[in-house]
């Protein structure tokens, strides 16, 4: 039975359980199913729809590319720079914003305590049964600019001020509590901790270089947990080595990080494997704001989270 303002759609799912488990309500869908691992999947099928599960594939990228009716790719988490070309002009892309920002937000604040408290070396003492305090360092009063204004760069700021810093939030588009990002030499001398929340554009690529670092202070610590070719990996390991500067990384340039790759062995980093969004609570929630944004652009809306891809 069709919904009054809503047209009828057919979509493709990622076969999986929760994929199965989606409630469309009383919307006018009708839903296939592919499979991830598929070489040769149904690129005849007339879908208008087709939802990329939580880790892309050669057989979600290869519908992506060639479904002849395609008008709306959804995929399930937000960083969606390797969509923006992959897919014809004429077809929109959204991405899951909303869904993994809260918990990425956690985990570069998780870090950048384990790493200020000394967690990692405390770690390593337990398990060597060795008793040694070790004098840490407070989030309280620091001085911290994060680097995106957007789900993850908002929740990490709104938790960092929890403690009493000082946050500044830093973006390509001031507005209201947003500073532009041509304020960033003047402020990244003072700056104890830097955060990378934003996404890979052209803009972005490479822009933590050498002169970024250097205008950094003794001591201070970068966290990046928006994409690792944000960072010039080549340029931020000797800041490492020399031991001048710290950080936090759960994104990396290459990634996976390689075997033997000097970051592996450098103390004053830790490292976690691009597990920002890696929670339990992702995949529902990342689903309920398909279903939303599904439903807004077959009732003719603009979606909320439509990529700008011009």
Known sequence: MSTPGMRPARILMPDDALSRAVDWGSMPIEVGYYAADDPDPPVDDPAHILVVGLNSSPAAETLAERLPALELVQVLWAGVEEWETRIRPSVRLVNARGAYGLVTAELATGGLIALLRGLPTIGADTSR????????????????????????????????????????????TPRAGVLPASDLPDLLPSAEVVVIATPLTSATRGMVDADFLALMPDGAVLVNVGRGPVV???????????????????????????????????????????????????????????????????????????????
């Open 129 to 172: 049964q060795v008793w040694r305090p070790f004098l840490g360092e407070s989030l309280w009063r620091r001085r911290i600019i994060v680097i995106g204004s957007g789900d993850v760069g908002q929740n990490v700021a709104r938790q960092l001020r929890a403690f009493d810093a000082d946050v500044r939030i830093v973006a390509r």
């Open 232 to 310: 010039v990996t080549n340029d931020l390991v000797p800041e490492l080595a020399s031991g001048r500067l710290r950080a936090v990384l759960d994104v990396t340039d290459p990634e996976p990080l390689p075997a033997g790759h000097p970051l592996w062995d450098l103390p004053n980093v830790l490292i976690t494997p691009h597990v920002g969004g890696g929670v339990e609570a992702g995949a529902p929630v990342a689903l309920d704001i398909a279903v939303e944004q599904i439903g807004q652009y077959l009732r003719g809306f603009r979606s909320d989270n439509l990529i700008d891809r011009t």
